[in-house]
């Protein structure tokens, strides 16, 4: 009897190991996956002019996708996140970034009823840029969070939005932060207009 009960503790003992050592392997592989997830993925606009950094678990869809004349386009849809740029020479204005930023607030104040405070004055990659956070609805009475920051690069101007539902503002609004904070302008080659 005595060795049953030795061999049947010896059997848990290595069952008890061997248990350890496939858990050990699965929260490796699941480490792995989870560092694979935040890995950035780099990103540029059709012509090379913009780049994003954007977290693996995004896509850049065709262009077009969220807006005809976006520059560059970011969508995770499983989790309702999204970025636009739009980006416009700034050769074509004669105006300062503050005079962009007001045509671009009232814009968005006559066309999506969006209600703008005060600016919050930032850099996104070392350009300076003016910040707002507000909540809109859309054609679909669709409630939505936004993020915009109006931004001047070397050569142009630009407004870059990202968005999610308004009820997962809470979950998503870090992510959509970080993701602006990437966007830059890695080259200058065309400047007079080809880049939307």
Known sequence: MKKFLL???LILSISLVAG?????????????AASKETAPVHIESA????????????DQ?????????????????????????????KADFDMNLEGYRDVVVNYNQDAYGASFGDPVSTTVSGYDAYSYEFHVTSSDNINMYMRLSVIETDNYYGQLYTWTLKSM????????????????EVSAADATGTAN
């Open 169 to 184: 503002e809470d979950d998503n609004k870090a992510t959509l932060t970080s993701i602006i904070e990437t966007f830059k």
């Open 61 to 89: 869809p065709k262009a077009g996708t969220l807006n005809d004349v976006a520059s560059l386009e970011a969508m995770n849809g499983a989790k309702e996140m999204y970025f636009m740029a739009i980006m416009e020479p």
């Open 7 to 9: 061999a049947g503790v």
């Open 47 to 58: 012509d090379g002019v913009f780049s994003l950094e954007m977290p693996s678990s995004w």
């Open 20 to 32: 350890c050592s496939s858990m050990s392997s699965i929260l490796n592989n699941i480490e792995k």
